[in-house]
């Protein structure tokens, strides 16, 4: 990064910016200090994280690229130079996670005991069991097809793993032998396992699906011979929009975007390293391909696979030490959340606190009678989701459901659309999201009639509403019944349901598009004026992203004016640190480590009557000008307490930490006395905060007293 030509502007390139962050996250598999299996754990994310990334971003530039786009992006470089750029340095990240896997991974793996075997190391026992599993499973399933003459490629599935089968020409005695070779394609589906036990003595020994299928390829084709048999797999463009306004409606159009995407252009085609040039030319020509949209694997196509080893019973000894989330005691599980909240707000950091909280919210609301309507946005959602299942019974139970649940949340919308259909059907009110903008706020709302009237409580969080997700993402949830936060969520909420004008300015909320980004710009010239006057001002912010301009500008400024600012960026950062006469007061660190880091938490010191804030918005333009997102403040002191707590350890971390350089190079982490390790200490401070509490209650004895 640091010799491109973007370092000539005051903006590092967020494409470049964001495969540094996937950098990061390979320099775990790379780290030997972390648990075997942990190392290809990350290994497999960064595979699947360039997945994605080639589907949305590699996509996008070329796309504009292909149309001919010359208008540069901030960091100065045009589409075209973005593309290749990018090529680049995925080249050589593919590289070295080939290298990591075949130099240390798979060597450390097989000291282990755990063994991929090849088909002239098998014994005659394991033999038989493979033929066995070709015969049953693999046989039964597959099916090859021939390709007879151009145009009769087949319309492979987006990132499936195939076999090109190269055939001899088939001889017939009263025919001229036919010229050149035979070519057939055998995908691989999705039922099938990638990876089959094979029996051993100890440990596990196991054999990759396509090397089964290449000791038996010519079992698909019987009296001709296989010549070779080459492992590939395409990927295809995901960029394609929503036509929203169509007489159709968002839900139908998604279905046809989910069509469109299986026939996009193919802009990457991984095969073996071993094909010979016949097979390529092949594929090439089939697929429509360049030299720079291949990647030739000098090992097993698709590292992101191994996730499916990692997930394999055992070898607890090569994995982290669990850490189960602990209850918050400010939850007592021996309380309605109703009492709780109406007492005292309440902050949870997953996954070191638990997420039931959330979900049992749900679920006694669904059952209360005095509850009478419930109004939630879904966003990503998990597979078996108890927060579905609640509000479904919350329909049931006479309640009135409204959930927005948003469509356009890229590569769930398949199931998010599914999910819709099951609500819809149990008689609950679903919106489609909103024209135009993206639902990507977390917002839950309950509804109560109490003696003293109506009551609503609230949860706000900057997370999805999924379960599973929040076992392994590190994110926020603040439960309230603060009066004005519930008046401001049922404007919000009724806005984006159509019902009523979005208002430009809530009690307390700012939300996106119409005013977050002024009221973030607005907080952060505060306390520019601040320094300027001689006060003392600090910012510190944990984002996943910083790319908009006119924020990155205001942050430049207020530096430039001495305020102090830290910053905790996850992934992309497009802003330059540690420059002088531009942002010289500016610190930027990024954790990488075993959950991912995913809250959005904002401080402003403002003279020190401090404002803390969680939010559902990282700082991009996408998400301030075309998303539905909002800002909350956390005002009871004991939430803010903790807040401030876990913003600080993040910067006290001088073992899982990275800090961006004015280059755009990012350092390990390694000043201090002592290690720190963030997440380690936030787990360690909340299982403290529990048995602290059990403490209390040991020691305070109380009465059994008559009934009255």
């Known amino acids: 990064m640091a010799e491109s030509p973007q370092n000539a502007t005051r903006f590092f390139d967020r494409e470049l910016s964001w495969l540094e962050f996937n950098q990061r996250v390979l320099n775990e598999a790379l780290n030997p200090q972390v648990p075997l299996l942990e190392r290809l754990k990350f290994l497999a994310i960064t595979s699947s994280n360039l997945d994605e990334f080639y589907r949305v971003r590699v996509g996008a530039l070329s796309i504009l690229t292909e149309a001919g786009m010359v208008r540069p992006a901030p960091s100065g470089l045009t589409p075209e130079q973005q593309l290749a750029a990018v090529r680049e340095r995925i080249r050589i990240m593919v590289q070295e996670q080939y290298r990591c896997y075949l130099d240390e991974l798979a060597p450390q793996l097989l000291e282990q005991g755990i063994v991929r075997l090849l088909s002239n190391q098998l014994n005659a026992v394991q033999k038989r069991m493979v033929r066995q599993i070709f015969d049953q499973e693999i046989f039964s399933v597959l099916t090859p097809m021939a390709i007879q003459a151009e145009g009769t490629f087949p319309m492979l599935p987006n990132q499936m793993l195939s076999v090109c089968l190269r055939l001899l020409p088939q001889k017939d005695p009263e025919l001229p032998e036919l010229e050149g070779f035979r070519f057939a394609i055998l995908p691989f589906g999705r039922m099938l396992s990638r990876f089959y036990s094979v029996p051993s003595e100890k440990g596990l020994s196991y054999m990759h699906l396509e090397d089964i299928i290449a000791m038996f390829a010519e079992e698909f084709f019987p009296g001709e011979e296989v010549e070779e048999c080459v492992t590939f797999r395409i990927t295809r463009n995901a960029e394609v929009e929503v036509q929203e306004l169509t007489p159709h409606g968002l839900a139908i159009n998604m279905a046809d975007v989910l069509r469109a995407r299986t026939s996009a252009d193919c802009i990457r085609l991984e095969l073996d390293d071993s094909v010979s040039p016949e097979s390529l030319e092949f594929l090439k020509q089939q697929l429509r391909v360049t030299d720079a949209e291949i990647t030739r694997a000098p090992g097993p196509v698709d590292l992101g696979a191994l996730m499916e080893l990692v997930g394999r019973r055992g070898y607890e000894n090569l994995r982290d030490e669990p850490w189960p989330p602990v209850s918050s005691p400010d939850v007592p599980s021996e309380e309605l959340m109703f009492d709780i909240l109406a007492d005292r707000d309440v902050l949870l950091f997953h996954p070191y606190e638990s997420y039931e909280p959330v979900v049992r919210l749900l679920e006694e609301a669904a059952d209360d009678p005095d509850v009478i309507a419930i109004k939630q ?50 008689g609950a009110q679903v919106i489609y999201g909103v024209k135009g903008l993206k639902t990507h706020a977390k917002i839950c709302i309950i509804v109560r009639r109490e003696p003293h009237g109506i009551q609503r409580y609230m949860h706000f969080g900057t997370g999805n509403y999924n379960e599973a997700t929040a076992r392994l993402y590190s994110d926020a949830s603040f439960l309230t019944s603060d ?67 006119i924020l990155i500008n205001s942050l430049y400024e207020a530096s430039q004016a001495g305020v102090e600012i830290r910053l905790n960026i996850r992934g992309i950062c497009c802003l330059q640190p540690g420059i002088p006469g531009q942002s010289e007061n500016i610190r930027v660190v990024s954790i990488v480590d075993r959950f991912l880091e995913h809250a959005r938490l904002l401080y402003f010191h403002r003279g020190g009557d401090a404002s803390l804030f969680i939010s559902s918005a990282d700082w991009m333009a996408r998400n301030l000008d075309h998303r539905k997102e909002l800002l909350v403040p956390v005002e009871s002191e004991h939430c803010r307490r903790q807040l401030m707590k876990i913003l600080t350890t993040y910067f006290d971390d001088n073992t899982k930490a ?50 009255s």
């Open 483 to 549: 009066e004005d936060l519930g008046m401001d969520a049922l404007a919000f909420f009724n806005a984006i349901s159509g019902y009523s004008q979005p208002p430009y300015s809530y009690r307390k909320l700012a939300a996106a598009p119409l005013r977050l980004r002024d009221m973030l710009k607005d907080l952060v010239e505060e306390e520019t004026g601040r320094k300027r006057n001689g006060e003392e001002a600090r910012i510190i912010l944990k984002l996943n992203a910083l790319t908009d301009t």
């Open 377 to 426: 946005t879904l966003y990503r959602i998990s597979r078996n989701s108890q927060i579905v299942k609640a509000l479904q019974r919350a329909v049931e139970n006479g309640k009135h459901v409204t959930v927005l649940l948003e469509l356009k949340a890229r590569f769930d919308e398949e199931r998010n659309l599914r999910q819709a259909r099951d609500l819809e059907a149990m």
């Open 658 to 707: 990275w800090e961006l350089q004015p280059d755009g190079r990012y350092v390990p982490v390694r000043d201090g006395e002592s290690p720190v390790r963030s997440q380690e200490k936030l787990y360690r401070l909340a299982r403290e905060t529990v048995r602290r509490q059990e403490r209390r209650r040991r020691t305070v004895f109380e009465p059994h007293r008559p009934e």
